[in-house]
């Protein structure tokens, strides 16, 4: 009984890696912007992996670590946030190695904020926070096993236990990264 279930095992494994649909790369972000003396910085990493059903659809998990600046006059207010966002992309148009596409996703994480003057500096506890947004991006094919991918902004809903906003954040946030087929 253990060998079959190890052929099984082995069978199923070679079958998936022969099929070249699974992906594994990561991305960094930043974004900016800047309004009547009040500037807001973020930068981001996020590693994330995947699994393509088809040549239209995939679905994957990101992990994002990012920090964020706001200042205005001689204070500054930041966070620091993780969190892991689940989505489905779906390419709508492709163009040779270029592929438009829109990923569905669904954020889970935590923030924790801090803020600083010249007199003092102060830290919260962390927060949970969540979203789902819909964030277009395009892909360009290296070749057979590498592609570079690339989201600008996105449309969705963010929140914490007691607040939340729609967000429509299409031209201050860019992430490039760069990915490996499987």
């Known amino acids: 009984m253990k060998k079959i279930i190890i052929s099984i095992l082995a069978l199923a494994t070679i079958s998936i890696s022969?099929?070249?649909?699974?992906?594994?790369?990561?991305?960094?972000?930043?974004?900016?912007?800047?309004?009547?003396?009040t500037s807001n910085t973020t930068f981001g990493i996020a590693p994330e992996a995947g699994y393509k059903f088809s040549d239209k659809c995939a679905a994957g998990l990101s992990l994002d670590f990012s920090v964020s600046s706001i200042a205005s006059g001689g204070e500054r207010l930041g966070s620091f946030q993780f969190t892991v966002n689940p989505y489905f992309r779906y390419n709508f148009v492709q163009f040779g190695p270029v592929t438009l596409f829109g990923d569905?996703?669904?954020?889970?994480?935590?923030?924790?904020?801090?803020a600083s003057s010249k007199e003092m500096s102060v830290s919260s506890s962390p927060a949970f926070i969540w979203?789902?947004?819909?964030?277009?991006?395009?892909s360009v094919a290296i070749n057979d096993a590498w592609s570079l991918v690339g989201h600008i902004g996105g449309i969705g809903y963010a929140g914490t236990k007691n607040t939340g906003a729609f967000q429509i954040n299409l031209l201050n946030q860019l992430s490039i990264g760069i990915f490996r087929n499987f």
Not at 32 to 37: A, D, H, L, Q, T
Not at 104 to 112: D, F, I, N, R, S
Not at 131 to 138: A, E, H, I, T, Y
């Open 131 to 138: 979203g789902v947004s819909v964030q277009p991006g395009l």
């Open 18 to 37: 022969a099929n070249a649909n699974w992906y594994a790369g990561g991305g960094l972000g930043f974004g900016f912007s800047s309004n009547n003396g």
């Open 104 to 114: 569905a996703v669904v954020a889970l994480g935590t923030t924790k904020e801090f």
